[in-house]
């Protein structure tokens, strides 16, 4: 389950070492002018292709954890979030259905009947785009702005989230208006950071990235 929630930022998919304490804090009216451009930017986003680099840092480890792999996420509810090194380990979201595989062993979960994974499937798809901005049920926003780059600072509402992660922070490329990093602080010490990488939108996907075998 652990696992599970800390692929929620997607999607998920990622960071320069530059933190919300370093920007400006936006004025109400500044982050509804953010978030709103963040949206308008989303609605014409399609597809979403891209490798990604993830950083997991233990608070009782003095060595950082790097693990890459590959994502890719469709406007249609579906999202592939694949780890490739060191390790295999491929979580995909089809509609309904959550699937995951880990080496042989594969599970999956009809989030029809469970609403927490309705919610983890809803904050993994929305956050792929930055859509979870307008997730008032999931997330109290705050916006910062430095020069070139937007940050959405998350801090968790729903109930199993809030006892995990401090917070979640979302960064923007002003020029795109894409999610491009992503940072997770745990409430055990532990920090995560993803960068996504050689972004690709709109390009055709096939339905077979959406399906493990």
């Known amino acids: 389950m652990k696992r ?3 692929f929620i930022l997607v999607t998920i998919a990622l960071f320069s070492a530059m933190q919300a304490q370093t920007m400006t804090k936006a004025t109400p009216a500044e982050a509804r002018a953010m978030i709103a451009k963040i949206n308008s930017a989303a609605q014409v986003v399609k597809t979403i292709s891209c490798s990604f680099t993830q950083e997991k840092k233990v608070s009782m480890l003095n060595d950082k954890m790097v693990s890459k792999g590959r994502m890719c996420f469709s406007n249609n509810g579906k999202l592939r ?3 490739t090194s060191p390790y ?3 979580l995909v979201i089809n509609n309904n259905q959550v699937t995951m595989k ?3 062993k594969t599970s999956s979960i ?3 009947s469970s609403q927490l994974f309705q919610a983890i499937a809803r904050i993994m798809v929305s956050s792929v785009t930055g859509k ?3 997730n008032s049920r999931d997330f109290d926003v705050i916006m910062y702005y430095y020069q070139n780059q937007w940050c959405a600072h998350l801090v968790p509402k729903e109930a199993n989230m809030k006892k995990m992660f401090k917070f979640i922070r979302l960064y923007f490329n002003t020029s795109q208006t894409m999610v491009y990093k992503v940072e997770m602080a745990e409430k055990n010490g532990d920090k995560t950071l993803i960068r996504l990488n ?3 939108t709109n390009k055709q996907i096939s339905d077979a990235q959406f399906l493990v075998n």
């Open 132 to 134: 979870s901005l307008n």
């Open 102 to 104: 880990s080496g042989t």
């Open 88 to 90: 295999s380990y491929i």
């Open 198 to 200: 050689n972004v690709v």
């Open 4 to 6: 599970l929630f800390t």
């Open 110 to 112: 009809n989030i029809s």
């Open 81 to 83: 979030w694949e780890y």
